[in-house]
T-cell receptor, first 116, second 113 residues
Framework: EAGVTQFPSHSVIEKGQTVTLRCDPISGHDNLYWYRRVMGKEIKFLLHFVKESKQDESGMPNNRFLAERTGGTYSTLKVQPAELEDSGVYFC??????????????FGPGTRLLVL | GDSVTQMEGPVTLSEEAFLTINCTYTATGYPSLFWYVQYPGEGLQLLLKATKADDKGSNKGFEATYRKETTSFHLEKGSVQVSDSAVYFCALSVSFGNEKLTFGTGTRLTIIP
């Protein structure tokens, strides 16, 4: 069974440009999460999809970030326009949905974003 | 709000040494606690977890006990190996279902032969 995959693995862009990150969750996982780790600090939650719906987007830093999950499969996270402070590693995770049971979140390898 | 505090690294140990990585938490509800590990070039992997007080999670020789009275979930291993070199993250989740994880800053562990 394939794990969570993320593309690209690395991205270097200039301030003001646009970048789109993609996450493919494990097949059959309804829950999809985005997290970010900035400059060796803690990993911070960005948002949570259940299928194609945004369940919790309380961690999105500002309106320059737009996440979508059309059809409830893969997800994209677009940063437009990118700023220097957006540099970091963006992780995606997915889990099954079994109601009140705390299911394990499986993480992808991350996308390392550098904004110059 | 919820938060996790773990000991700052980096930590460097010799092979076969005893390992402790401290983790304490603050939570508004009754959390589940986790240790995740990130090996070089890979994504985060769940190492172990505990869902209620006094539970002990264990995996690959690592252990951590959920201590509600001290709000702690320290990671221990009796004899580390070079292959244990990685970044270790303590995390919590306060929910009845599939909710977000709150992480600590991570501790980089290097084991030297």
């Amino acid at each position: 069974e394939a794990g969570v995959t993320q593309f690209p693995s690395h991205s270097v862009i200039e301030k003001g440009q646009t970048v789109t990150l993609r996450c493919d969750p494990i097949s059959g996982h309804d829950n999809l999460y985005w997290y970010r780790r900035v400059m060796g600090k803690e990993i911070k939650f960005l948002l949570h999809f259940v299928k194609e719906s945004k369940q919790d987007e309380s961690g999105m830093p500002n309106n320059r970030f737009l996440a979508e999950r059309t059809g409830g499969t893969y997800s994209t996270l677009k940063v437009q326009p990118a700023e220097l402070e957006d540099s970091g590693v963006y992780f995606c995770a997915s889990s099954q949905d079994r109601g009140r049971v705390q299911e394990t979140q499986y993480f992808g390898p991350g996308t390392r974003l550098l904004v110059l | 709000g919820d938060s996790v505090t773990q000991m700052e690294g980096p930590v460097t140990l010799s092979e076969e040494a005893f390992l402790t990585i401290n983790c304490t938490y603050t939570a508004t509800g009754y959390p589940s606690l986790f240790w995740y590990v990130q090996y070089p070039g890979e994504g985060l992997q769940l190492l172990l977890k505990a869902t209620k007080a006094d539970d002990k999670g264990s995996n690959k020789g690592f252990e951590a006990t959920y201590r509600k009275e001290t709000t702690s979930f320290h990671l221990e291993k009796g004899s580390v190996q070079v292959s244990d070199s990685a970044v270790y993250f303590c995390a919590l989740s306060v929910s009845f279902g599939n909710e977000k994880l709150t992480f600590g800053t991570g501790t980089r562990l290097t084991i030297i032969p």
